[in-house]
């Protein structure tokens, strides 16, 4: 079963705008991490905030954890048509071994110039 | 210094038939995954190895399915008597730090259509 679900499903911008996903989850976790996909094919990993971490950054990216309500937010800043993709999070729960991947059902975002 | 490669890209196959999935992870990652997409899905976990350990098949969604790494390198999925259900994208990943978790790599996939 999938462990996050993350909102909105969609979300279409201007580009320029800040872009936020949220991601919520169940389990209590290790880690959380967020990838991105392009056309439905390989993943590329963004960032991993670990579970005794709160925030983290890295370039226009800004991730936020909060364990308390098992919820994370994934913030693109000064987004551009080239960030359109579909963004998952992912959970390594504390329940599973192994380090394997629950994802959420993504969102899709669209970057318009 | 490679990505995770799989093979084959595309997969066509008619109802019934057997398809082998390969993936070569990334040189030294001792950790393996395979996951499945469904149009417009997230992914969902079918199999992972980790060195020599007992792989962990929970994700397997029936015995038709199942996979092998051989020499702690290269992992095949075999998915038997093909089903229309089965047409999905495939997707292995590999990873330096197993058990303790960590950043996975992707391949680009095997698309599998089952007719």
């Known amino acids: 079963s999938q462990q996050g679900e993350e909102d909105p499903q969609a979300l279409s911008i201007q580009e320029g705008e800040n872009a936020t996903m949220n991601c919520s989850y169940k389990?209590?976790?290790?880690?959380l991490q967020w990838y991105r996909q392009n056309s439905g094919r390989g993943l590329v990993h963004l960032i991993l905030?670990?579970?005794?971490?709160r925030e983290k950054h890295s370039g226009r990216l800004r991730v936020t954890l909060d364990t308390s309500k098992k919820s994370s937010s994934l913030l693109i800043t000064a987004s551009r048509a080239a960030d359109t993709a579909s963004y998952f999070c992912?959970?390594?729960?504390?329940?599973?071994?192994?380090?394997?991947?629950?994802f959420g059902q993504g969102t899709e975002l669209s970057v318009k110039p | 210094g490679a990505g995770v490669s799989q093979s084959p890209s595309n997969k066509v196959t008619e109802k019934g038939k057997d398809v082998e999935l390969r993936c070569d992870p990334i040189?030294?990652?001792?950790?393996l995954y395979w996951y499945r997409q469904s149009l417009g899905q997230g992914l969902e976990f079918l199999i992972y190895?980790?060195?020599?350990?007992?792989?962990?098949k929970s994700g397997l969604p029936s015995d038709r399915f199942s996979a092998e790494r051989t020499g702690g390198s290269v992992s095949t999925l075999t998915i038997q008597r093909t089903q229309q259900e089965d047409s999905a994208v495939y997707l292995c990943?590999?990873?330096?730090?197993?058990?303790?978790?960590?950043?996975?790599?992707f391949g680009p996939g095997t698309r599998l259509t089952v007719l």
């Open positions: 990943a590999s990873s330096l730090r197993g058990p303790s978790g960590g950043e996975q790599f």
């Open positions: 040189s030294g990652h001792t950790a």
């Open positions: 992912a959970t390594d729960s504390i329940y599973n071994q192994g380090g394997k991947l629950i």
């Open positions: 190895f980790q060195g020599n350990s007992a792989p962990d």
């Open positions: 389990t209590s976790i290790n880690n």
């Open positions: 905030i670990r579970s005794n971490e």
